[in-house]
């Protein structure tokens, strides 16, 4: 027992070498079972894609990682079903995905393109489509969570210097202090790891952020998502690939394509309105949303006025003006694929700290109107890897706070416009002040004649 | 090996204190530097532009020696690159360019006439379980038994610290195998580089020590040029350098009026 004592308080380091080539530390005093340069808080969509990406990259070959999930290995088998969450993943995540060749998988199992994006709003009937410059060139794919999940999950396999652990949970994070530069994690199991790197992908309520005493900033929009599988009413030879969104006062409702048949609605409105649809009886939820995508709502004639001529204006000098979007009517739906989830908005101000990282929903949270969380999240995988990349290839050490720093610094550049454009849609789009709902309408068709405007906003949601 | 290298060190050591005025080291500097020794690695204190600048200079040296071939095609894109290959770093100070070359896999042997800071450098190397060969030495003494033995040789930021620049040059010359390269960044020799360096970087901004540059040991680069082709040694590169004082980062650029880089390789 003294002997211990006296030994913790020297803090003997041992040290061994395995192959030549790893360098393990123990440090005894504090009982490190194993000693990781990267760990991985979180085995989300996110948090798998970058341990792979990690584990694929050749320069970061000898770096041993370690991924923890709190949740169970769920053995994958292609449901009959569609799963009722969905994203949309654009160009430049599906470039990712294909750069670890988790793609492959996904195609092999199901994913739809989406080839044009209709937007158009319900107090004044203006809109705007949106298409890829070069046709067929699809703006994006919808594929459900868990079969990105699955793909990436398999990759990750394949990569022999990443271990994951399930059903693992972290009692607490020891960030490094002004001298030490190693991470330290208690398990709740009593297992004890230490890393040169955390990287915090552990979703919205991070832990990880927490520890790091990050300036937070979030507000509840008091909205909840309400999704579900619905069936569509098919007319002879309709090929389902067009996104559809409609800006209602509630929120916006939209319908993304999954096959001809099929397709998954992602439905923002307020808390009170989702918990009543949540309780209808199927044929009433529908009927609801056919009158939230078709129905008309109470207008300003001086609107409607102002939306006509403006659209005869564009007409007459031949602009691209706005074809009267038809949206698919929906018959059914798949049996309780109801549900609802709520919504808010985050940032970090801080996405780096010392030995820390934080990616994904763990560093920013938007509103999911735009369709663009898990892409952000997704560029930031793709900067990560380049910037620890850049480091190693330059002798720098992972947690040099240098070389994060470019990753902090390209990230929010890139994600907080973002996030203050789909923020400012959001407020823009719920009000119901006449001027106001005037002034976006014809912002919306003045953007939908402004071809390079348009070209620009495509090129800005891809990357 | 070790114990003879110690020896040798232990032999410079009192050789030097008996005839410092024999090498190129400059005793004022080596006092300057003393004061330096206890913050040399804290990364945004004094030496905060020393730090930053291992961006610049380590893929300098790195795609340097890709460039010239001596990188084995297996060694490329993975973390050691420079795997197997011998690298002097002459004035290696606490290290700070030392360890990262180290990290990418070369023998590293980094040598300095200031035995206070070489402490500072094993220190942090042991801490950080790197394998790098510290010793206190001039590179004259240096030279005398260690004839053609490294693969490239590193003098960065040093050479503005020393006078007699011709015979330090040709002794770093002696120690590079033939065809091997040595890299060097200094301080140009211009009006520009006096105000920026000693009165900005020095008493405006406080970025280093005052007292660190003199301007007089300052060089022109088609000098430096001129006495690197008197030692053998072809150029094959120069680079201008700017430091964002802003953003601390180091930038290569086209104008070398104030910071510049060289790449050179000594023919057989």
């Given at each position: 027992?003294l002997n211990?004592?006296?030994l913790?308080?020297?803090?003997?380091c041992?040290?061994w070498?395995?192959?030549?080539?790893?360098?393990?530390?123990?440090?005894l005093?504090?009982?490190?079972?194993r000693?990781?340069?990267?760990?991985?808080?979180?085995?989300?969509?996110?948090?798998?894609?970058?341990?792979?990406?990690?584990?694929?990259?050749?320069?970061?070959?000898?770096?041993?990682?370690l991924?923890?999930?709190?949740?169970?290995?769920k053995?994958?088998?292609?449901?009959e079903?569609?799963?009722?969450?969905?994203?949309s993943?654009?160009?430049?995540?599906?470039k990712?995905?294909?750069?670890?060749?988790?793609?492959?998988?996904i195609?092999?199992?199901?994913?739809?393109t989406?080839k044009q994006l209709?937007?158009?709003?319900?107090l004044s009937?203006?809109?705007?489509t949106?298409?890829q410059?070069?046709?067929?060139?699809?703006?994006?794919y919808?594929?459900?969570?868990?079969?990105?999940?699955?793909?990436?999950a398999?990759?990750?396999q394949?990569?022999?210097n990443?271990?994951?652990?399930y059903?693992?949970?972290?009692?607490?994070?020891?960030?490094p202090?002004?001298n030490?530069?190693?991470t330290?994690l208690?398990?709740?199991?009593?297992q004890?790891?230490?890393?040169?790197?955390?990287?915090?992908?552990?979703?919205?309520n991070s832990?990880?952020r927490?520890?790091?005493?990050?300036?937070?900033?979030s507000w509840?929009?008091?909205?909840?998502?309400?999704?579900?599988?619905?069936?569509?009413?098919q007319?002879?030879g309709f090929?389902n690939?067009?996104?559809?969104?409609?800006?209602l006062?509630?929120?916006?409702?939209?319908?993304?394509?999954l096959?001809?048949?099929?397709?998954?609605?992602?439905?923002?409105?307020?808390?009170?309105?989702?918990?009543?649809?949540?309780?209808?009886?199927?044929?009433?939820?529908?009927?609801?949303?056919?009158?939230?995508?078709?129905?008309?709502?109470k207008k300003?004639s001086?609107?409607?006025?102002?939306?006509?001529s403006?659209?005869?204006?564009?007409?007459?000098?031949n602009?691209?003006?706005t074809?009267?979007?038809?949206?698919p009517?929906?018959?059914g739906?798949?049996?309780?694929?109801?549900?609802?989830f709520?919504?808010?908005?985050?940032?970090?101000s801080?996405?780096?700290?010392?030995g820390?990282v934080?990616?994904?929903?763990?560093a920013?949270?938007?509103?999911?109107l735009?369709?663009?969380?898990?892409n952000?999240?997704?560029?930031?995988?793709?900067?990560?890897?380049?910037?620890?990349t850049?480091?190693?290839?330059?002798?720098?050490?992972?947690?040099?706070?240098?070389y994060?720093?470019?990753?902090?610094?390209?990230?929010?550049?890139?994600?907080l416009p973002?996030m203050?454009?789909?923020?400012?849609?959001?407020?823009?789009?719920?009000?119901?002040?006449?001027p106001i709902?005037?002034?976006?309408?014809?912002?919306?068709?003045?953007?939908?004649?402004?071809?390079?405007?348009k070209?620009?906003?495509?090129?800005?949601?891809s990357? | 090996?070790?114990?003879?290298?110690r020896?040798?060190s232990n032999?410079t050591?009192?050789h030097?204190?008996?005839?410092?005025?024999?090498?190129?080291?400059d005793q004022?500097?080596?006092?300057?530097f003393?004061?330096?020794?206890?913050?040399?690695?804290?990364?945004f204190?004094s030496?905060?532009?020393?730090?930053?600048?291992?961006?610049?200079?380590?893929?300098f040296?790195r795609?340097?020696?890709?460039?010239e071939g001596?990188?084995?095609?297996?060694?490329?894109?993975t973390?050691t690159?420079l795997?197997n290959l011998?690298?002097?770093?002459?004035?290696?100070?606490?290290?700070?360019l030392?360890?990262?070359?180290?990290?990418?896999g070369?023998?590293?042997t980094?040598?300095?006439?200031?035995?206070?800071?070489i402490?500072?450098?094993?220190?942090?190397a042991?801490?950080n379980h790197?394998?790098?060969n510290?010793?206190?030495?001039?590179i004259?003494d240096?030279?005398?038994?260690?004839?053609?033995?490294?693969?490239?040789?590193?003098a960065s930021?040093?050479?503005?610290?020393?006078t007699?620049?011709?015979?330090?040059l040709?002794?770093?010359?002696?120690?590079?195998?033939?065809?091997?390269?040595i890299?060097?960044?200094t301080?140009?020799?211009?009006?520009?580089?006096?105000?920026?360096?000693?009165?900005?970087?020095e008493?405006v901004?406080e970025l280093?020590p005052?007292g660190?540059?003199q301007p007089?040991?300052?060089?022109?680069?088609?000098?430096?040029?001129?006495?690197?082709?008197?030692?053998?040694?072809?150029?094959k590169v120069?680079h201008?350098?700017?430091?964002?004082?802003?953003?601390?980062?180091?930038?290569?650029c086209?104008n070398?009026?104030?910071?510049?880089?060289i790449?050179?390789?000594?023919?057989?």
């Amino acid at each position: 027992m003294l002997n211990n004592q006296i030994l913790n308080k020297k803090g003997v380091c041992l040290l061994w070498k395995i192959k030549g080539k790893f360098h393990f530390q123990r440090f005894l005093s504090q009982n490190i079972d194993r000693h990781y340069d990267i760990i991985i808080a979180g085995g989300g969509m996110v948090g798998t894609t970058l341990a792979c990406t990690l584990g694929k990259n050749s320069i970061l070959k000898n770096k041993k990682i370690l991924l923890l999930e709190a949740g169970k290995e769920k053995p994958w088998t292609l449901p009959e079903k569609y799963n009722n969450r969905v994203v949309s993943v654009n160009p430049g995540s599906q470039k990712l995905l294909s750069s670890i060749n988790a793609w492959n998988f996904i195609e092999k199992n199901r994913v739809a393109t989406v080839k044009q994006l209709q937007v158009w709003e319900a107090l004044s009937d203006a809109s705007i489509t949106f298409e890829q410059p070069k046709n067929n060139e699809p703006i994006s794919y919808i594929v459900e969570n868990d079969l990105i999940l699955a793909a990436v999950a398999e990759q990750a396999q394949s990569c022999p210097n990443l271990e994951i652990q399930y059903e693992a949970k972290v009692k607490n994070y020891q960030l490094p202090d002004f001298n030490a530069d190693i991470t330290q994690l208690k398990m709740e199991n009593g297992q004890n790891f230490s890393c040169n790197l955390l990287l915090g992908c552990d979703g919205v309520n991070s832990t990880v952020r927490k520890c790091m005493h990050a300036n937070y900033i979030s507000w509840n929009y008091g909205q909840m998502g309400v999704v579900a599988t619905l069936q569509l009413d098919q007319q002879p030879g309709f090929k389902n690939d067009v996104a559809w969104q409609r800006f209602l006062p509630n929120g916006p409702v939209a319908l993304l394509p999954l096959t001809d048949e099929l397709s998954s609605l992602v439905w923002s409105t307020t808390i009170q309105q989702a918990k009543e649809l949540l309780e209808l009886p199927e044929e009433r939820f529908v009927e609801q949303l056919n009158k939230a995508i078709g129905g008309t709502f109470k207008k300003s004639s001086l609107v409607s006025q102002a939306i006509n001529s403006f659209d005869n204006l564009l007409r007459a000098l031949n602009c691209p003006s706005t074809n009267q979007a038809t949206a698919p009517t929906i018959c059914g739906m798949e049996t309780n694929s109801r549900a609802a989830f709520p919504l808010g908005f985050g940032h970090s101000s801080q996405y780096i700290g010392k030995g820390v990282v934080l990616v994904g929903d763990a560093a920013h949270r938007i509103h999911p109107l735009a369709g663009q969380g898990v892409n952000l999240g997704f560029g930031d995988v793709n900067c990560l890897n380049e910037v620890l990349t850049k480091a190693v290839y330059s002798g720098g050490g992972l947690n040099d706070l240098s070389y994060l720093k470019e990753y902090e610094s390209e990230r929010q550049k890139h994600n907080l416009p973002m996030m203050i454009a789909v923020e400012g849609l959001h407020r823009l789009t719920t009000t119901t002040l006449a001027p106001i709902v005037l002034l976006r309408g014809l912002g919306l068709q003045f953007s939908n004649a402004l071809v390079p405007l348009k070209k620009y906003l495509i090129s800005q949601a891809s990357i | 090996m070790t114990k003879f290298l110690r020896k040798c060190s232990n032999f410079t050591f009192i050789h030097l204190r008996l005839q410092s005025h024999s090498t190129t080291i400059d005793q004022q500097e080596i006092e300057q530097f003393k004061k330096l020794a206890k913050e040399w690695w804290h990364e945004f204190g004094s030496n905060k532009p020393l730090h930053s600048m291992n961006k610049l200079r380590v893929p300098f040296v790195r795609d340097g020696l890709i460039n010239e071939g001596v990188v084995h095609e297996q060694n490329l894109k993975t973390s050691t690159p420079l795997k197997n290959l011998s690298i002097l770093d002459v004035g290696c100070g606490g290290g700070i360019l030392s360890e990262p070359l180290c990290r990418l896999g070369a023998n590293v042997t980094g040598i300095d006439a200031n035995p206070g800071i070489i402490d500072v450098a094993k220190k942090h190397a042991e801490k950080n379980h790197l394998n790098i060969n510290y010793l206190f030495s001039s590179i004259e003494d240096h030279s005398k038994c260690h004839f053609e033995k490294y693969d490239s040789i590193v003098a960065s930021e040093i050479l503005e610290h020393v006078t007699e620049k011709e015979k330090f040059l040709s002794a770093c010359s002696a120690c590079l195998k033939p065809l091997g390269s040595i890299f060097i960044t200094t301080i140009n020799n211009t009006a520009l580089a006096s105000f920026l360096s000693i009165f900005v970087a020095e008493t405006v901004l406080e970025l280093v020590p005052k007292g660190i540059h003199q301007p007089d040991k300052f060089i022109e680069p088609y000098r430096l040029q001129r006495m690197l082709e008197d030692c053998n040694l072809k150029t094959k590169v120069i680079h201008g350098m700017f430091y964002n004082v802003f953003t601390n980062n180091w930038h290569l650029c086209s104008n070398n009026s104030v910071n510049y880089c060289i790449h050179a390789v000594k023919i057989c």
